[in-house]
C-alpha cells in the first residue's frame, strides 16, 4: 500500500464513445486545482491528438522498458493497445493535495483503487443506449470501421462493471451530465476534510 497523501482521486470509466473526454472539458470550466493524468499509450494519435496533452504516445517497446523498469501504477491492455499510468506525477499531485483525475478502464480502476490509500471516488460514464454509443462513435469519425466494431463489441463487456462504482453517470444530455460530474467532483473534494479528523477534534476540543 502506498502512503496516505493530502489529494483525493477522481477515477472516470466507461465504453469508448460515451463521452468521456467531452464531459471532462466542460467540468474543467467549473472545478479548479485538479491534476489530469495523462496516460502513455501505444495507440497511434487520432488527428488533433498532442503527445504530452492528451496522451504520450510511445512505441510498444518504449512501453515494455516503462514496466520493466516499474515506472506504472497500472497498466492494461485495452482494445489490442497497451495503457498505463505512471506513478511519480500521481505521487506528485496527490502531495500537492490535487484532485487527481484519471481516465482509465475498468481494469485500472481495480487496480488504482486498491494500491492508493488516498480517498477515491469513481464515476463510470454510459451512454443511454448501446445505439447511441455506435451513433457517437461513427459520428467522431476518429477511427475504422474495425476498430469501431471492436470498441462496441468490448462495450458490452464493460458496461457489466458499472456496478463496481460508486457512481453513474448516463451522459444523455451534457449540460446535465457535466452538472452532476461537477457535483461528485466536489464532494470528492471535501471528502479531504477527513484526511484532517485528529487535528480537527484535537482544535475542537481545546
Ligand atoms: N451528451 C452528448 N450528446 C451528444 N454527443 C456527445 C455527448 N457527449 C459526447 N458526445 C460526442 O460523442 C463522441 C465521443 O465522445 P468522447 O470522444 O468524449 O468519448 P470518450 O468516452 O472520451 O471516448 P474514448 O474512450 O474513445 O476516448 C464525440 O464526438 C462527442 O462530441
Ligand atoms: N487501464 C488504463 N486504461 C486507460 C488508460 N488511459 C486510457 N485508458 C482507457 O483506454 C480506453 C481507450 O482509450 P482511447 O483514448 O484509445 O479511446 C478508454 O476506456 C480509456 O479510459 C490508462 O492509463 N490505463
Known amino acids: 500500500m502506498i502512503e496516505e ?3 483525493a482521486i477522481l477515477i472516470l470509466s466507461g465504453p469508448s464513445g ?35 496533452v492528451d ?48 481516465d482509465i478502464d475498468v481494469q485500472g480502476h481495480e487496480i488504482v483503487r486498491n494500491k492508493l490509500d488516498s480517498i477515491v471516488t469513481s464515476v463510470f460514464i454510459t451512454t443511454p443506449s448501446l445505439k447511441v454509443l455506435e451513433e457517437r462513435l461513427n459520428a467522431r469519425n476518429t ?14 463487456g464493460e458496461v457489466e462493471f458499472f456496478q463496481d462504482y460508486d457512481y453513474l453517470i448516463i451522459n444523455d444530455n451534457l ?15 471535501i471528502k479531504t476534510k477527513l484526511y484532517e479528523k485528529d487535528k480537527i477534534i484535537s482544535n475542537w476540543l481545546n
Do not use: M, W
Request: with cysteine; net charge neutral; charged share 35%.
Open 175 to 189: 449540460e446535465i451530465a457535466a452538472k452532476e460530474l461537477v457535483c461528485i467532483a466536489n464532494i470528492t473534494r
Open 143 to 156: 477511427d475504422s470501421s474495425d476498430i469501431i466494431e471492436k470498441r462496441i463489441k468490448n462495450a458490452k
Open 55 to 102: 496522451y504520450f504516445f510511445v512505441t510498444k517497446e518504449e512501453f515494455e522498458k516503462d514496466i520493466k523498469n516499474d515506472d506504472f501504477l497500472e497498466y492494461a491492455k485495452v482494445h489490442d493497445n497497451y495503457y498505463g499510468t505512471s506513478l511519480k506525477p500521481i505521487n506528485k499531485a496527490l502531495e500537492e493535495g490535487k484532485l487527481v483525475i484519471f
Open 18 to 52: 460515451c463521452g468521456k473526454s467531452t464531459l471532462l472539458k466542460e467540468v474543467y470550466k467549473d472545478i479548479s486545482d485538479y491534476y489530469f493524468s495523462i496516460s502513455t499509450t501505444t495507440r497511434a494519435p487520432r488527428t488533433g491528438e498532442q503527445n504530452g
Open 5 to 7: 497523501k493530502k489529494g
